[in-house]
């Protein structure tokens, strides 16, 4: 796996930001290969996650994790997970790794929505950050390095593709403010927020781990997913 010019652009803008660590960053490949590491239940891993209020939303910036969507081999990151979640997918002719239509089982509100590419259809399906990047910021990533804010934005782990405006509606809420209206979904959401925060080390709020706890109760052997 590569990341190719959104990673580049990403340093640049970011240098500001992340001077001290930056040259190094810029020897070493990142990657946001999502690898099977997990084998917990959801709730030992959240258990385990530290517990501190919310930081502060200063001096935050979507581009200081990522300017734009990074590759995965020839896909940038939106179509990869375009193909990854949506089924009966058709393909632009003209263009290299360009998801054209398919039919999304959308995890949030559990109804069917058919994609097609355009200016005035796109948004009818958007790449959610699971753990928003904001929030992300909030609970740990603002002192991270520039690599692992950039693997936040782009790690397929913390990537679904979702109806547009109930991800909208979601904004940068954590658990304690916003679940899918689809609750057969809540044991997998909140699940693959465990997995991102664990993964990257960023901490949950005392209410954020309520939530988390009341929903991960009702599945106590739900797995970490690894993707």
Known sequence: MRLLTASSRFFISSATASAVVLGAILLAPVSVEAKPIYSATSISALAKLKVRPLGSQSGYDRDYFSDGWGDIGSCDLRNYILNRDLTNITWRADANCLVATGTLKDPYTGKVIKFVRGVKTSMAVQIDHVVALSNA???????????????????????????????????????????????????????????????????????????????????????????
Not at 191 to 202: C, D, F, G, H, I
Not at 209 to 222: G, N, Q, S
């Open 137 to 227: 910021w909030k609970t740990g990533a603002a002192s991270a390095s520039a690599t692992t804010r950039y693997n936040i934005a782009n790690d397929p782990l913390n990537l679904l593709a979702v109806d547009g405006p109930t991800n909208g509606s979601k904004s940068d809420s954590d658990a304690s403010q916003w679940l899918p209206p689809n609750r057969a979904y809540h044991c997998a959401y909140v699940s693959r927020q465990v997995a991102v925060k664990v993964k990257y080390k960023l901490w949950v709020t005392t209410a954020e781990k309520t939530a988390m706890t009341k929903v991960l109760r009702t599945c106590p052997t739900f797995k970490l997913p690894v993707g």
